[in-house]
């Protein structure tokens, strides 16, 4: 009986053997081995039937099988380890690398649109002297109203526009706090620009509670009305192209004396009637006049010595009418594919 057995673990040892030889791939080997060594395998058989032999021919055959099973063991890590390898040197045949191609494009960054109005800006207005100064975005009530004569019972001042930090600092609501900053630290004639952040409490498709502000305040001495419109005429033909006009309306601001609102003939339509101007041929761009003289006292300067004007309008503003975008939201949500058109 032991000998009947002993051969049939001899053939499938050597069936086994076989298999792990020719197997093709790591996934065939593993597949074989479930075959023979796996819990349902042919070497589990062969066990099931130890029942059938003498008590002295058990442990016999048992010895039998467990030499068996390590020989096998022995070849399956032979042939796992070639396989193993032959897979290696086929991948690295098959993926080849090619060093010479360029790695990934990095990232640019790019301005932001409205930087790139303010820069525009700047650049136009220092060909005829002026030059750039900041002032802080929390400002005193003084500077930013009482100075530029808006008493404290003003509208302009109403806490539903105005972000109080304090009784006596608000986060600054326009740029001209600067005028009365420069004023009281330079000696005139001067010629300054003041870009800069500046927040209200508003917030719509054509209102955002911070958006900014270009001021721009000249002081010298006989400065009339005429110098203004020969500044904002020549502003805007740098900016927009020679063709268009500059018209102005009466207004009031309380730091301004005469005040004036100014348009432009529209940059997308030169005149003839579009959506950006609503079909009226001109577009608003910003306020300006000639500095109130109360203003100068209350910075130290002698009015009758010295007149000057001012103006300022809107960098979003001038970005829409420049780029044609609707939202001015989208300023300030730095949407990459918003902000990648204006690379
Ligand atoms: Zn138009």
Redesign the pocket.
Known sequence: MLKEQVERLKRVEEEATEAFVEALSSRQLYEAKVKFLGKQGAFAELMKLMGRLSAEEKPQFGKEVNLSKQRLEGRYQEAELKLKKQEMEERLARESLDLTLPGPEPLGGARHPLSLVINEVVEILAKIGYSVRLGPQIEGDWFNFEALNIPPDHPSRDLQDTFYIDSNHVLRTHTSPVQIHTLLNEKPPLRVLAPGSVFRCDSDVSHSPNFHQIEGMLLDKKVSMADLKGTLAFFIKELFGSSLKVRFRPSFFPFTEPSAEFDCS?P??KG???R??KNS?W?EIGGCGLINPKVLMHAGVDPKQWQGFAFGFGIERMAIIKYGVEDIRLFNENDIRFLRQFE
Do not use: A, E
Request: net charge positive; hydrophobic share 30%; glycine share 20%.
């Open positions: 529209c997308i339509c003839k009637g579009c950006m101007c041929g577009v």
